[in-house]
């Protein structure tokens, strides 16, 4: 399969632990995107990578969340000091440079924090 | 900044029958994308259908068509011949170039009844 994959699918952690996640990008895609999901509401941008180079920042990733993409391929989101707020689906997306709006999204890591 | 709005949270159609699933946006920028995505229960988002603002012309894939009013900033999604595998969430996004980012409504569940 060459669709984007996210690992783990799911996760349950306690408040206070750290966590992280990866993004596999379709090979080709040199734009990759994080969003978090909340029930019942649409994804949120978090933050985007052309390449390696991480280029925006929303003000949702507060100072616990950091996002690296080394060497522009996969890419891993790290939470420090989980807190229950921080539950949520996390969705990685990528997009090929030609078509940057046409972003294909993975299957999410479901995060619980209890 | 990109708004996108999607005031009914849940629709229903009996199957073979058609549906269509309203979406308003707003944005400063000229140049924009428009998307439609399908989430099915516990399974990944899948682009339904993209519409590019500078194109007077409908987009359609197969069943699924969207009516786009520019002026009245609307954009909505019509699913003919509805059938069972279509039950799921679908989102309204919209994409401009200045933020590279999607852009998405709440959302709207839509049950296809047999």
């Known amino acids: 399969d060459t669709g984007v994959s996210q690992d783990p699918r799911h996760k349950i952690t306690k408040r206070g632990q750290n966590v992280t996640f990866r993004c596999d990008p379709i090979s080709e895609h040199n734009r990759l995107y994080w969003y978090r999901q909340t029930l019942g509401q649409g994804p949120e941008f978090l933050t985007y990578f052309q390449n390696e180079a991480q280029l925006e920042k929303s003000r949702l990733l507060s100072d616990r969340f950091s996002a690296e993409r080394p060497k522009g391929s996969f890419s891993t989101l790290e939470i420090q000091r989980t807190e229950q707020g921080d539950s949520a689906m996390y969705l990685c997306?990528?997009?090929?440079?030609?078509?940057?709006?046409?972003?294909?999204f993975g299957p999410g890591t479901r995060l619980t924090v209890t | 900044a990109q708004t996108v709005t999607q005031s009914q949270p849940e629709m229903s159609v009996q199957e073979a029958e058609t549906v269509t699933l309203s979406c308003t946006y707003d944005?400063?920028?000229?140049?924009?994308?428009l998307f439609w995505y399908k989430q099915p229960p516990s399974r990944q988002m899948i682009l339904v259908i993209r519409q590019e603002a500078y194109k007077q012309q409908n987009a359609t894939e197969n069943r699924f068509s969207v009516n786009f009013q520019k002026a009245a900033k609307s954009f909505s999604l019509k699913i003919s011949d509805s059938q069972l595998g279509d039950t799921a969430m679908y989102f309204c996004a919209c994409y401009t170039g200045a933020n590279s980012k999607l852009t998405f409504g709440k959302g709207i569940t839509l049950s296809v009844r047999p």
């Open positions: 944005t400063s920028e000229s140049n924009y994308y």
């Open positions: 997306a990528s997009s090929p440079s030609a078509a940057p709006d046409e972003q294909y």
